[in-house]
């Protein structure tokens, strides 16, 4: 069964083309890279938190506060920049709302006398303004936490930038990937020997850049 295939690589070397000619011939093959993306979208769960405490040490439980967090995943090398939800509140038709996100986020929430911290290798992020904050004899803690369950979509659609190193190894890689794709097109452009062995040359070398780019992207993404 591989007689014909090594007849034909024989045949081949025999008539002159060689490993050389082979090697300058891949250098047309396309490189199968699409440019890196320097935002990501994650979907993330909303969380309503309700808690209660005294607010003071050993006194009466008389403070309750109704907050509406997005809580959403660490993603290496990109920070999140924003965050989009819809309300809906009875009579009215939804509205789309979007909340911009800066480090460090809410991660230690701290209100009055209660505190909430993110999960482990998650950020949270206060949706809407400030919570709703109850004390004794001014409002309706339970009646709060309901209306933000009724008006809150349930899902908040988290965006990502590309930040730091990892924003530098995206724009190295893409820049790289655009040099490769330009350099091909001088081969086939090309219509004298010199020339596709120049275009050639120089799209290897194109080639070899766009390797060390995307294991920079690799290691710092």
Known sequence: MRRPLTAALSLLLASGVGLTSLDAASADTPVLEKP??????VTAPVDIWKASAAQTPGGPVDYCAVTV???????????ATTADYVI????AAPSARSDVL???FDDQFQWGPLARSAPTGQHQAVLGGQPFVWKAGSGDCEAEYAKAVAWYSPTVTITYGASGRCAAAINSYNAADRAVKQARKRVEKAR???????ARA???????????ARKKYQKKC
């Open 36 to 41: 890196k993306p320097t935002t990501k979208v």
């Open 192 to 198: 004298t020997p010199a020339q596709t062995a120049a």
């Open 69 to 79: 967090f997005a809580v959403f995943p660490e993603v290496a090398g990109f920070t």
């Open 202 to 212: 120089q799209l290897r070398s194109a080639k070899a850049t766009l390797v060390k």
């Open 88 to 91: 809906t509140i009875p009579g």
């Open 102 to 104: 800066a480090a460090p």
